[in-house]
């Protein structure tokens, strides 16, 4: 099946070329292989709990399958996928349905074995930094993640939030000021 890069959701995403043309069923199962596992690491990166994070994305295809013929542009349903986990992981936190634990850490491992000690100190470094992350307020945090972790233009995390450019810019600028400023006080 051919697939056409596009750019803007985030990096390598792939949208099944010939959206329009398919039904929803067949539309929807073809993007969910190929983002299903991308939007389950943003949502376990807003939620914390990556099962809560799988029932967030389920949540955001059905919802794209339901309302598949309402869309006005079918070949943006990446971005409608994008939003709807954003906005899902932000319910859920509403309601307090998170988990207290981080199945997900921003920090990449490395392919080199680690010595036992050194394997402690990088855990103990990526809890740190996930502890401050989640300690950022909502709106900070979102963007933060989706910038870094999706590596998302200001203006698709403004389109995702349906905030401003400059909405985004001023998150982004007080959330890193706010992670520089704990890390700085804890050495």
């Not at 993007?31 to 799988?54: C, S, T």
């Not at 740190?128 to 203006?155: F, I, K, N």
């Amino acid at each position: 099946m051919a697939r056409d890069e596009i750019e803007g959701p985030g990096p390598g995403v792939v949208v099944p070329s010939r959206t329009v043309e398919k039904d929803a069923s067949a539309v929807v199962s073809e993007l969910f292989v190929v983002h299903h596992r991308r939007l389950v690491g943003l949502a376990a990166l807003l939620v914390d709990d990556r099962q809560v994070a799988e029932d967030v994305v389920q949540d955001a295809f059905a919802a794209l399958h339901r309302h598949w013929r309402a869309l006005r542009d079918q070949n943006a349903a990446v971005t409608y996928l994008n939003r709807a986990v954003v906005n899902g992981s932000r319910d859920v936190l509403r309601r307090g349905l998170r988990g207290k634990r981080a199945s997900l850490r921003l920090v990449p491992r490395s392919e080199e074995l680690q010595s036992a000690e050194q394997g402690v100190v990088a855990h103990e470094e990526a809890a740190r930094m996930w502890g401050s992350v989640t300690s950022l307020p909502m709106r900070q945090r979102q963007v933060l993640v989706m910038r870094y972790y999706l590596e998302q233009s200001e203006l698709e995390i403004a389109e995702t939030l349906g905030i401003s450019r400059g909405s985004v810019k001023q998150h982004a600028s007080r959330g890193l000021a706010a992670l520089a400023q704990e890390w700085e006080e804890q050495s």
